[in-house]
């Protein structure tokens, strides 16, 4: 499995989980974990997916986010999973 | 599954703290494009290193991008130059460069030779060749092994490379003596390093295998700051589990490149290097300890502390280690100690000291113009016979910054940063170095 990370975070707004997680089902990309919290009014979210499902390379994926960034306006980062793991995993 | 404290802590460290992958450097070896021709050599050379490394820039990118970690530098080493030319070597040099441009890395080692017993033909002639190679090209880098442990050291190399490193540093003038920043002189070179300026591909190595060297200084001094204070076990302690940290992501950028590359994986070189950024730096960690300026009484063990610290929580993390491994402190490429050496409080005297304690030697110092080929040729005897003796690497990279004198400031840019020129002790040891031949190995018992 290849995990990532989503982090999305930006001024807050109404439908941005749905946006993104819209998004993310178009591609087949399943969401395994979610956390968000508002911070002195900053949307900030945190996404664990798995990108097997959607069968396109990384660069293809964060690509295809662009629209999504644009629309909301917000900062949208995708990295895979294994740092974290790497890190802090023995 | 990963909590966010630790997600954070990881961002953290990446886009506060300046943690990165200082370089993948992708070793090849040259041994079969030896050809009595050097114009023939030289493009066997080019054409094997344009073959090896096509997709290396690229792969490293890719890997940064997925990752999100800066994999700051993207390397070739080579076979030593002096090991294939069988001629004149300047042509080889020429397609070095041009190889080290066409595939995008910024540094290329190997233009070496390794002669800490004598001198071959091939390494006379390269010696001969360097300043004039590291005046008129941009990417490549130099490196001479004048002694070892085994061996001993090789005093009619180091007299030798007194006068190279003098006009080096002449033939590159118009640069603050650019050449001698790509120049280094070792005492128990290593055959995997990935730093530069001393990477070359040892004739031990295999074909071709990829180094990563890490780095994190930043990450370090920041995690001290956290126990200020507290005793030595505690420091320890956290510099152990802050490098264990910092390598596990070496390794895992060194698998992932050997997988896509498709070349095997060699090691990973537990260093902290320091780059001339703030909060980048090595001796900001030593004053975090509780020293006023890097140089105060106290350095030395600091660095000591933090030396081994920094292999015994890197080793667990990494299933090869090799290269240098270990805090590196060069003057100009770090923040702190071009303080430090401003101020008057670190000399190089107590570099010296240092570098019995650390990785690697008297790095990236600038002194006087006006210091002779003698002078400069006992600061490597005095380097390499710490190396010699104590079974370690040492090495010496200095610039004679032509024209200038104690105080001012030599200016190189990028990350091999801006250094003060430093005062060196002005008695004479010339009838010393003329006297030439080999100082014996040393003894490996009765150690006191």
């Known amino acids: ?90 | 599954m990963i909590n966010t404290g630790e997600i954070l802590q990881t961002l953290r460290m990446i886009q506060e703290e300046h943690f990165d992958i200082r370089t993948i450097t992708l070793g090849i070896n040259l041994l079969d494009c030896a050809d009595p021709d050097a114009e023939r050599c030289g493009q066997r050379v080019y054409e094997k290193i344009c073959r090896m490394a096509g997709r290396l820039v690229q792969t490293g990118e890719a890997i940064e991008r997925e990752l999100a970690i800066p994999i700051v530098n993207k390397r070739i080493s080579v076979t030593p130059v002096s090991m294939i030319a069988q001629a004149d070597p300047r042509p080889i040099a020429r397609w070095l460069d041009k190889a080290a441009k066409e595939m995008g890395v910024n540094f290329l080692g190997g233009y070496s030779a390794l002669m800490q017993k004598g001198a071959t033909q091939a390494d006379e002639r390269l010696l001969a060749s360097i300043p004039e190679v590291l005046a008129e090209t941009e990417r490549l880098c130099s490196s001479v092994n004048v002694g070892s442990t085994r061996a001993g050291l090789n005093m009619n190399a180091v007299g030798e490379m007194g006068r190279i490193i003098r006009q080096t540093a002449e033939a590159t003038a118009d640069r603050d003596g650019l050449g001698c920043a790509k120049l280094v002189v070792f005492c128990n070179a290593v055959e995997d390093n990935p730093f530069m300026a001393g990477a070359f591909c040892g004739p031990g190595e295999p074909e071709c295998a990829i180094n990563v060297g890490v780095s994190g200084p930043g990450v370090v001094k920041k995690a001290l700051e956290e126990v200020r204070g507290q005793p030595f076990d505690v420091v320890a302690e956290t510099v152990k589990r802050t490098a264990f940290k910092i390598t596990r992501v070496g390794q895992l950028v060194a698998r992932e490149a050997s997988q896509r590359l498709g070349i095997p994986f060699g090691i990973v070189d537990l260093s902290l290097a320091p780059t001339p950024a703030r909060g980048d730096s090595v001796a900001y960690i030593l004053e975090e300890m509780g020293l006023e300026k890097t140089g105060a009484p106290g350095t030395t063990a600091a660095l000591a502390l933090l030396n081994d610290a920094v292999k015994k929580g890197g080793v667990m993390a990494s299933n090869h280690v090799g290269g240098l491994s270990g805090a590196f402190i060069p003057v100009s490429e770090d923040i702190g100690m071009i303080e430090a050496a401003a101020a008057g409080a670190l000399t190089l005297e107590k570099l010296e000291a240092m570098t019995c304690v650390c990785s690697v030697g008297l790095d990236m110092i600038a002194v006087p113009g006006d210091t002779s080929a003698e002078t400069i040729s006992g600061i490597i005897a005095d380097e390499a016979a710490i190396g010699m003796v104590n079974n370690k690497t040492t090495a010496v990279r200095i610039i004679p910054a032509i024209g200038k004198k104690a105080g001012d400031t030599v200016e190189f840019g990028g990350l091999l940063g801006f250094a003060p020129v430093m005062p060196v002790n002005s008695y004479d040891c010339s009838a010393f170095i003329r006297r030439g031949g080999r100082i014996p190995a040393p003894l490996h018992s009765l150690r006191n």
Not at chain 1, 31 to 43: K, M, V
Not at chain 1, 74 to 89: K, N, P
């Open chain 1, 1 to 90: 499995m290849t995990k990532a990370l989503i982090s999305v975070t930006g001024l807050d707004t109404t439908g941005i989980i749905a946006r993104v997680a819209t998004r993310l089902s178009e591609m087949n990309i399943n969401i395994l974990d979610i956390s968000q919290t508002i911070l002195g009014g900053y949307f900030t979210m945190m996404m664990v997916v798995d990108l097997d499902g959607a069968h396109m390379d990384f660069s293809e994926i964060d690509a295809a986010l662009q629209p999504v960034r644009d629309e909301l306006q917000m900062s949208i980062h995708m990295q895979r999973m294994d740092i974290f793991d790497a890190m802090h995993r023995i």
